[in-house]
C-alpha cells in the first residue's frame, strides 16, 4: 500500500494540496479540523499529517502544537501562506517536521513530502504507473499509451485522465473534477469538463470496441476496464 496522508486542511485549499500528491500515487484523506483528524488517526494507518494552516494567525499555529501531542510518532508537514521568518520560525517551534510557503512548486512538495516520510523510516510504495486494460498511464514520464500506441495528450488531458484512472472504476462528480484538476477559483462553469472529455474520447477510445471513458448520466464521468461488470 501507498503511504497515507492525512491532510488537515482548515483554509480549503485541498485541491492545489491534493493533486501532487495524487500523482506521486499517494493515498490522501482529507479532514477540516484536528478533531475529525485525531478521530481518523485513531482508527487508520496515516503515515504523515499535513496541516494547511493557511496564516500566522496563532490560533493557527496551535494547530500545531496540538496534532503533534495527539500524534508524537508521525511526521507533521505544515503548509502556510506566510513567508515571514519568525512565523516560520514558531512552526517549527510548535512541533512541525518541516514547513512549506504556499503557493509551491508541485515537485518541491512531492520531493519534501517524500524526504519526511524516508526520514520516517516510511516505506514508500509508490506508482508510477496505472495500468487499467491495455491503458497505460506513466505518472513519472507523463506519457500515456493504448495497446502498445502512445497517445498525444495535453498536459490538462492528461492530468485530467490520471484523475480518473487514480478512481478507476469510481463515479467522479463533474465538481470534484472541478476541484481537483482545475482548482477552486479558476473554473465555475462544469461545460469545460464536458469539451475535455470529448477530447480524451477521441484520443483514448476512437478506433477501440470497449469504451474506457464512461458518463455516468447525472453525476459525471468515469473509467472502465474490460474487467469490471457494468
Not at 487514480?166 to 477559483?185: A, E, G, T
Not at 472529455?197 to 477510445?205: A, E, T
Request: aromatic letters at 6%; one cysteine or more.
Amino acid at each position: 500500500m501507498s503511504p497515507l496522508i492525512l491532510l488537515v486542511d482548515v483554509n480549503e485549499a485541498s485541491p492545489v494540496i491534493v493533486l501532487p500528491l495524487e500523482q506521486a500515487g499517494y493515498q490522501v484523506v482529507h479532514v477540516s479540523n484536528t478533531s475529525d483528524a485525531s478521530s481518523y488517526a485513531a482508527h487508520n494507518p496515516v503515515n504523515l499529517l499535513l496541516l494547511n494552516i493557511g496564516d500566522e494567525q496563532a490560533d493557527t499555529q496551535g494547530l500545531i502544537r496540538i496534532l503533534q501531542q495527539n500524534h508524537p510518532h508521525v511526521p507533521l508537514f505544515a503548509m502556510t501562506s506566510s513567508d515571514e521568518e519568525d512565523h516560520i520560525v514558531s512552526c517549527f517551534e510548535q512541533g512541525a517536521h518541516d514547513v512549506i510557503v504556499l503557493p509551491f512548486y508541485p515537485r518541491v512538495f512531492q520531493a519534501r513530502v517524500a524526504n519526511l516520510l524516508r526520514i520516517f523510516g516510511i516505506e514508500r510504495d509508490v506508482k508510477r504507473a496505472i495500468e487499467a486494460g491495455d491503458l497505460h498511464i506513466d505518472n513519472a514520464s507523463r506519457m500515456v499509451s493504448r495497446g502498445g500506441q502512445k497517445l498525444e495528450l495535453t498536459p490538462k488531458e492528461f492530468d485530467l485522465l490520471l484523475h480518473l484512472a487514480i478512481h478507476l472504476n469510481q463515479v467522479c462528480s463533474r465538481q470534484q473534477i472541478l476541484k481537483d484538476v482545475w482548482k477552486h477559483d479558476y473554473i465555475v462553469d462544469t461545460n469545460v469538463v464536458d469539451v475535455y472529455i470529448r477530447h480524451l474520447r477521441v484520443k483514448v477510445d476512437k478506433g477501440y470496441k470497449f469504451k474506457m471513458i464512461r458518463t455516468e448520466r447525472g453525476i459525471g464521468y468515469s473509467l472502465r476496464t474490460p474487467t469490471v461488470s457494468e
